[in-house]
């Protein structure tokens, strides 16, 4: 019996649905896995042998690739994981073999804002603790990994001041590298929201004076965000996996040359902390459909894709296939398009946008909502001006998705505030602009609920994809990104710091730069790079103000905007109501 | 078929062995639990469900109860855990149900000098890779909830500094708790050893000013010496882990007073971040015994045993329960006897001094080795002068086992270098100070070589015991601490800084003072608190140079000497001969 969302909790409504869970034993048998290929995590959770399917199935046809974007979300979110979940549910009550993959959610939301990123009301995966507080350990490894790599570099830098050349090669046969403390590439990073390790300084002396480390500036960023995590997405098995974790850009050395993680002898470790990480993981839709869960979240700080490899054997097990790329279309979807795409070799057959009358009016000047607080009354009553105003970001969107050649389906994720009139005007903008639109309600009503969307994104898939890029990887990176923030975030043009230029200048003059791709790092609250700005923003350009280089996972990463890679923990944070009842085992307070 | 350890290296054994590897279905089936008591993480390793087996097995008798300790160890270790191992495949040969229960590996000193720590040649436990890396995520669970509770701390004190009683207040209904950023009590962790974080000043102004953080000094320990560490150690269940999770003093606010992951808000999540980790893991000898880890290493830092729970259950489904206490009885052993036991409330039957002929020459006076370089030849040569004279260090500990009222039993570890007239002489003066003595090649030969380690521990475990503590808990603790340096160390006395000494005083205010144990940091790498000095060092006295309080696990942790609570990272790391074959996914290099 599943419980209603209208009166529960959603980890109330995952407590009454785990009472009914199947064990992984028998979702992998759904999903049509043998024996020796789910590696089990407990009785309900597991990973998949990715190679091992692989090596019996390459020759099998794919399923159907359906991405799933949204639009320009509020803080509140708009329920992309809530309809992946919803849409998979819905695709099986239409008798559709089908599997969904998401990203791992980081403990950074978790503790701070968001709480749940298992979707929401009856289009959840479970078990929800577990998903949500660390998992099978795959962010914890990339953690480690890359922590790896800094304790490398800064003991390094200690010996090389310590020591003399000589002394160097007999206590290690190790070469000067020469690291140039003011050219350090690389922080440290840690799975939650903190910004008082934004900016540290390292390194200071204590009561072992000279084996106390290197004194330098550094920082932290949050571990989804890391390079570790975008080679974890983006790679097709584990000699790719090894080969990048070698590239890793750490530092310069003091001609300006990259000091990488092979130089640092520290890559082969690093792919030794990755083994069990880069095996997908696998639960369960409160349906029992299967659900793979792998890499992270934060398409606005990182590529933000669930992984290459959960895809690869996801489209070779089902008939439908549903992966979920963050944040909106101008984040998530740009780099599902441009980037993940370019290094699976795969295509999309349909794109899903994920809309709601909330973030609708929000674009069309209702006050914004704040997390943690009461939504102003504009949102629980009818307002089609508000909804008919903010459609032109939703429009925006439709037709980025076209852009790529891949048939867009507009879901409306319904909520019980929302009024006929509303929906109806959506429906009319978004049909004139030659998208599908679905009224999904399998929030309140689960897969039963999401009939009308499965409906339509099996219609959609019927349709013949021209799947194109953006651009050409030979384009200069300066043009690629004035290409972007053009066609896709609408800006008039890009605006460089000294800083960005420099740095621009010296990547377009490595060989490999046509081989790198373009990741950028932009709020994911405005089509432009100012979270207040709504609906779609006229008359401004994009402000670069850094670029970072990721050498293993190969990309270019222009930072706009004030944006952080470590986002902060606010006045409220939801770890003050997360709590463990000793008796039955349960933690309640994640949603 | 097992490979010859005096010709391959630990990994290349692990590898054999796995090849005939039992699923851990298996290994828990022998175990007698149940099939729903057993957690599996993937074919080879588990948790075990440690609530329904003391549920289940309550009343049964416990069985006999062995720990494992060491005479004052060389950096090299002297095999502590590979005699564990040894000895319950030993037990086994014999037709003993027994098992083994060691600590999880840090991530330390496995990629910074010590490699594997799953014992060695043919007395290890498997899968060895799984074990070193990572294994099921405890130790990452122990830094995430330790860290949640810094994260809690500085942006509450950001939060604090940017708005008024007022807005602090209306924004989250939290009163002001005063941190006073002068008294911070608790650091971050991370499981590397990394000297570069010792000493950090954080909440540097970035671009985002006032939201980057509160400026302060801060420090990284290494994670397995966090007090959520401790706490999974000694707590005999979820509720007992609840309570002391609360009670962690984070800081001191403005007027002194203890500021608590309570007052925080934070306990409750970071009690969920552990939910997984509770529970014991379990893995096997390469002869297919049960294996228990959990909890972390570093007595000499930490409390550094194998956990209460997994001693707990071990003891109900074994004949004998083997566990494992850190470094020499000086330090491993006196917490087992005086803190460990305390919680448990369990009684030890006997307890093994490792000791080998190359750690007696050491402490003889012959050259020290040193990690990562060729050993003096006075290792590779006969030398009885050196091995009597360096007898006194184990003749200490076999006195200090004594005073516990334990029959100690000396495991000569032996080595191929080893001579008869060396061993000779080790048995002559142990057995002249009435302790029992087996010379054991369990790493040459596994089980077959520990049968007369086994035959002594199995006649000193049916004699009765005394078990008595050190002190009662009604005394103050400079008396504890003045007791444990005179009648364990050897000491002449202590000194204590100023700054231990003020802090002691208050803490004997505290209500709760005869409540708490005494948790002692010092040095392993000889009795006294200076490193250098080997044997039995005379003359000397113990100086406390600070002392921290563990409000949450319940110690006083007076800190000796220039110990730090994060080892550093030298000149020759291991991680550099850490590697992943892509072709077969297999670890070289851990060893």
């Given at each position: 019996m599943m419980l209603d969302p209208k009166k529960h909790a959603d980890w109330e409504i995952a407590w009454e649905a785990e009472k009914n869970m199947k064990t992984i034993h028998h979702i992998a048998e759904v999903l049509g896995l043998e024996k020796n290929e789910l590696l089990p995590y407990g009785h309900y959770m597991g990973k998949v042998d990715f190679r091992a399917v692989l090596d019996r199935l390459g020759d099998r046809p794919n399923g159907k690739y359906v991405d799933v974007t949204a639009i320009t979300p509020t803080p509140l979110g708009e329920g992309k994981s809530t309809t992946t979940i919803g849409l998979v549910q819905g695709l099986g009550r239409r008798g559709k073999r089908s599997s969904a993959a998401i990203r791992q959610p980081s403990g950074g939301p978790t503790m701070g804002v968001k709480g749940s990123a298992a979707g929401g009301g009856l289009s959840q995966c479970i078990p929800l603790t577990q998903y949500s507080l660390g998992f099978t350990g795959d962010?914890?490894?990339?953690?480690?990994?890359?922590?790896?790599?800094?304790?490398?570099?800064?003991?390094?830098?200690?010996?090389?001041?310590?020591?003399?050349?000589?002394?160097?090669?007999?206590?290690?046969?190790?070469?000067?590298?020469?690291?140039?403390?003011?050219?350090?590439?690389?922080?440290?990073?840690?799975?939650?929201?903190?910004q008082a390790l934004r900016n540290v300084i390292i390194g200071i002396d204590g009561i072992n004076g000279k084996s106390d480390g290197f004194m330098m500036r550094s920082r932290f960023d949050i571990a989804v965000s890391s390079e570790v995590m975008a080679i974890l997405a983006i790679v097709k098995d584990l000699a790719d996996m090894r080969r990048r974790m070698g590239k890793i850009i750490v530092a310069y050395d003091r001609?300006?040359?990259?000091?990488?993680?092979?130089?640092?002898?520290?890559?082969?470790?690093?792919?030794?902390?990755?083994?069990?990480?880069?095996?997908?993981?696998?639960?369960?839709?409160?349906?029992?459909?299967?659900?793979?869960?792998?890499a992270g979240p934060f398409a606005n700080i990182a590529i933000g894709q669930s992984s290459?490899?959960?895809?690869?054997?996801?489209?070779?097990?089902?008939?439908?296939?549903?992966?979920?790329?963050?944040?909106?279309?101008?984040?998530?979807?740009?780099?599902?398009?441009?980037?993940?795409?370019?290094?699976?070799?795969?295509?999309?057959?349909?794109?899903?946008?994920?809309?709601?009358?909330?973030?609708?009016?929000?674009?069309?000047?209702?006050?914004?909502?704040?997390?943690?607080?009461?939504?102003?009354?504009?949102?629980?009553?009818?307002?089609?001006?508000?909804?008919?105003?903010?459609?032109?970001?939703?429009?925006?969107?439709?037709?980025?998705?076209?852009?790529?050649?891949?048939?867009?389906?507009?879901?409306?994720?319904?909520?019980?505030?929302?009024?006929?009139?509303?929906?109806?005007?959506?429906?009319?903008?978004?049909?004139?602009?030659?998208?599908?639109?679905?009224?999904?309600?399998?929030?309140?009503?689960?897969?039963?609920?999401?009939?009308?969307?499965?409906?339509?994104v099996v219609d959609a898939c019927a349709e013949k994809t021209k799947f194109v890029p953006l651009y050409d990887w030979e384009m200069p990176?300066?043009?690629?990104?004035?290409?972007?923030?053009?066609?896709?975030?609408?800006?008039?043009?890009?605006?460089?710091?000294?800083?960005?230029?420099?740095?621009?200048?010296?990547?377009?003059?490595?060989?490999?730069?046509?081989?790198?791709?373009?990741?950028?790092?932009?709020?994911?609250?405005?089509?432009?790079?100012?979270?207040?700005?709504?609906?779609v923003p006229e008359d401004w350009r994009l402000h670069v103000r850094d670029v970072l280089i990721y050498g293993g996972a190969g990309f270019v990463v222009p930072v706009a905007g004030s944006i952080s890679l470590m986002p902060g923990t606010g006045s409220n944070p939801s770890f003050r109501r997360v709590d463990v009842d000793t008796e039955t085992g349960r933690v309640s307070g994640i949603f």
């Open positions: 962010i914890n490894a990339v953690m480690n990994a890359h922590n790896l790599a800094m304790v490398a570099l800064t003991s390094r830098m200690q010996h090389e001041r310590n020591y003399n050349d000589e002394k160097l090669l007999s206590l290690s046969k190790m070469p000067r590298l020469n690291i140039d403390p003011a050219n350090v590439n690389m922080g440290w990073v840690i799975d939650f929201c903190c001609d300006g040359k990259p000091v990488t993680t092979a130089d640092l002898e520290v890559d082969g470790a690093m792919t030794a902390w990755m083994m069990e990480a880069i095996n997908p993981n696998i639960i369960q839709t409160i349906e029992g459909q299967p659900v793979f869960v792998h290459v490899i959960a895809d690869r054997i996801g489209l070779k097990l089902s008939e439908y296939h549903v992966t979920e790329s963050g944040f909106g279309a101008d984040i998530g979807y740009e780099k599902f398009w441009n980037l993940k795409c370019h290094y699976s070799g795969l295509t999309p057959d349909a794109a899903v946008i994920v809309t709601t009358v909330r973030a609708l009016k929000s674009h069309g000047g209702a006050p914004l909502p704040v997390p943690g607080r009461p939504l102003p009354s504009e949102y629980s009553k009818e307002h089609v001006g508000f909804v008919e105003k903010g459609c032109c970001n939703l429009l925006h969107h439709i037709r980025t998705v076209k852009k790529s050649g891949v048939s867009p389906v507009v879901c409306i994720n319904a909520f019980v505030t929302d009024t006929k009139a509303e929906i109806v005007k959506i429906r009319e903008l978004c049909e004139a602009e030659g998208a599908r639109v679905a009224l999904s309600t399998h929030w309140e009503h689960g897969g039963e609920g999401a009939l009308e969307l499965a409906e339509a990176f300066k043009e690629r990104i004035e290409l972007v923030a053009r066609e896709i975030y609408g800006a008039n043009g890009v605006d460089f710091s000294a800083e960005a230029e420099k740095k621009l200048t010296s990547i377009q003059k490595r060989d490999d730069a046509m081989k790198l791709g373009l990741c950028m790092v932009k709020t994911h609250l405005s089509l432009s790079d100012d979270p207040s700005r709504k609906g």
